[in-house]
């Protein structure tokens, strides 16, 4: 079956750097995804990988390992704002989305 | 970027009614979109792909009698929930592709069912 997995929740201090970690199980892979979704609100894009690496994109950065299918989403300088839900997808063989539960973030102060 | 647009933003309605949800892609054209729903606290659920010309390709255990997809232009997907029950209460949201790895999602359209 298809499976991704990502933490239920996780909190972190404003300013500091925060790892969120995924791993997934396709059958295929053409590209992860990681998505910001407050909470009432639709998903935002943040970031996509489709080779191994890093990618990095202001405050936020994505790595991707597709031998161990494991991909990251870290955010440095935290603020109150990145207050949210991150969730994590991987584009299957039919270019489907198969979406992870969704990792919690909350930012204390 | 691209803009992606839903209507209503919300909408309350009785029990047995039909409710109609727009999702239109504003600055592109969107040969496929896609239908999600996402109850509180849970991850999004694809429903159904909807490519424009075509009949919808609905997800397993979707009933497609009950929630009807029509994609009558590059633009344009409408979902319409028929005969809504309590259990239809949930969050709807739209997302079209501009390439096959960019899918930018509407803003979402939360149903509440009386």
């Known amino acids: 079956g298809q499976n991704i997995d990502q933490p239920t929740e996780m909190t972190a201090t404003e300013g500091a750097i925060v790892q969120i970690n995924c791993t997934y199980q396709t059958s295929g892979f053409n590209g992860l995804f990681w998505y910001q979704q407050h909470a009432g609100e639709a998903p935002t894009f943040l970031s996509y990988n489709v080779l191994d690496g890093l990618e990095e994109k202001g405050r936020f950065s994505s790595f991707l390992s597709r031998s161990k299918g494991y991909s990251y989403l870290l955010l440095k300088e935290l603020q109150m704002k990145d207050s949210a839900s991150y969730l994590c997808?991987?584009?299957?063989?039919?270019?489907?989305?198969?979406w992870g539960a969704g990792t919690k973030l909350i930012i204390k102060p | 970027g691209a803009v992606v647009s839903q209507h209503p933003s919300w909408v309350i309605c009785k029990s047995g009614t039909s409710v109609k949800i727009e999702c239109r892609s504003l600055?592109?054209?969107?040969?496929?979109m896609f239908w999600y729903r996402q109850f509180p606290k849970q991850s999004l659920m694809l429903m159904a792909t909807?490519?424009?010309?075509?009949?919808?390709?609905?997800e397993q255990g979707v009933e497609k009698d009950k929630f009807l997809i029509n994609h009558a232009s590059l633009t344009l997907s409408t979902l319409t929930v028929t005969s809504a029950h309590p259990e239809d209460s949930s969050f709807y949201i739209c997302?079209?592709?501009?390439?096959?790895?960019?899918?930018?999602f509407g803003p979402g359209t939360r149903l509440t069912v009386t």
């Open positions: 909807s490519n424009e010309g075509s009949k919808a390709t609905y």
């Open positions: 997808a991987v584009s299957d063989s039919n270019y489907q989305l198969i």
């Open positions: 600055d592109f054209q969107a040969t496929t």
């Open positions: 997302s079209a592709n501009i390439r096959e790895h960019e899918q930018y």
